[in-house]
């Protein structure tokens, strides 16, 4: 059984492009951490200033391993606590889906 990991934010309307590039940025840094590979997204109906991070992983013992991974590495701690202030309307959500086969 497959699972995804899914992290959404939304963007404030003045800080859209700085929260893009941000949300790039940091996509590719996890992905330096992993074989396991994370995308951003960025919705082209519905709430367009919603971003969205996703990571599927065919184990739920693969993906709490890569979500330590990334949690505990100095590298992301930094990009996150250096992220701008301001640039999210409320605090990331994140969620677990299975993929129903």
């Known amino acids: 059984m497959a699972y995804i990991w899914v992290r959404s934010a939304v963007m404030r309307p003045e800080r859209v492009l700085d929260a893009m590039t ?3 940025q940091v996509t590719a840094y ?5 074989e396991h590979q ?11 200033r919603q971003i969205l991070w996703t ?11 890569w979500i330590v991974r990334v949690r505990d590495d100095a590298g ?8 701008q ?5 409320m605090e990331m959500d994140d969620n677990i889906l299975r993929i129903l086969d």
Do not use: D
């Not at 996890?30 to 992993?34: A, C, E, I, K, R």
């Not at 202030?85 to 309307?89: A, S, V």
């Open 38 to 48: 994370m995308s951003a997204l960025y919705p082209f109906t519905g709430n367009q």
């Open 76 to 83: 992301y701690i930094r990009m996150v606590e250096t992220a």
């Open 22 to 24: 941000w949300a790039k």
């Open 55 to 65: 990571c599927r992983h065919e184990s739920l013992e693969s993906l709490e391993q």
């Open 30 to 34: 996890v992905n330096t951490l992993s």
């Open 85 to 89: 202030p301001g640039t999210f309307i």
